[in-house]
């Protein structure tokens, strides 16, 4: 009777050393997505022992803003396009003719600049919950846009210079001249209460 024959065993060391080059070459080609958000800055935290004390904000100083579950935009009390919402909250923050209905302003001592007439103005906004993440996206811009070109318009009439070519100092003098008074609501569900 003849011997059992055996089987050849493969080399397993080299397939370990294959398997790792090819995890490291995949980690290296591979690309990892990066998560977008918002840059917002948000309010120091106020101390624990502190009284909550609720703000009283003149209704002339508000512009609401709201896009509904159509991505509709309304600014104030009017529907609005996209590309006018910009030049609607420049408007209302600048108050160039000292409309009763738009914001007051106040005069404010800024160290390092001295008294400036700063708007008390805020933007007030507000989504339905229908509201597509893209439209969001597009009037957070345009809010965002208009608060960039209003400093940049005080920064060439106070220091010659845009705002970001300002120095770290000159560019909070800004910020407190110039405030981005943005405000945004819970999102509701307008459109089934509509029905």
């Not at 397939?15 to 918002?38: N, R």
């Not at 906004?125 to 209003?150: F, M």
């Not at 110039?178 to 819970?186: D, F, H, L, N, T």
Request: proline share 5%.
């Amino acid at each position: 009777m003849a011997a059992p024959r055996k089987t050849p065993e493969i080399n397993g060391g080299s397939m370990a050393d294959i398997s790792f080059l090819m995890l490291i070459f995949f980690l290296v080609v591979s690309t990892m997505d990066k998560e977008e958000g918002l840059v917002r800055r948000l309010p120091v935290m106020p101390p624990e022992n502190m009284e909550v004390e609720d703000m009283k904000v003149n209704r002339r100083n508000i512009i609401q803003v709201k896009v509904n579950a159509q991505d509709r935009l309304f600014a104030g009390n009017e529907i609005i396009d996209i590309a006018q919402l910009k030049n609607k909250i420049k408007e209302f923050m600048t108050n160039p003719n000292n409309d009763p209905n738009l914001p007051d302003k106040e005069v404010l001592f800024i160290e390092g600049f001295g008294d400036c007439l700063v708007s008390k103005g805020v933007i007030s906004l507000q989504n339905d919950r229908g509201t597509s993440y893209s439209k969001y996206i597009e009037v957070q811009n345009e809010l965002i846009r208009a608060v960039n070109e209003l400093r940049d318009e005080w920064s060439m009439a106070n220091y010659g210079r845009r705002y970001s070519r300002l120095s770290e100092e000159q560019q909070n003098i800004v910020r407190k001249a110039v405030p981005q008074s943005i405000s945004e609501a819970e999102p509701k569900d307008v459109t089934k209460r509509r029905r």
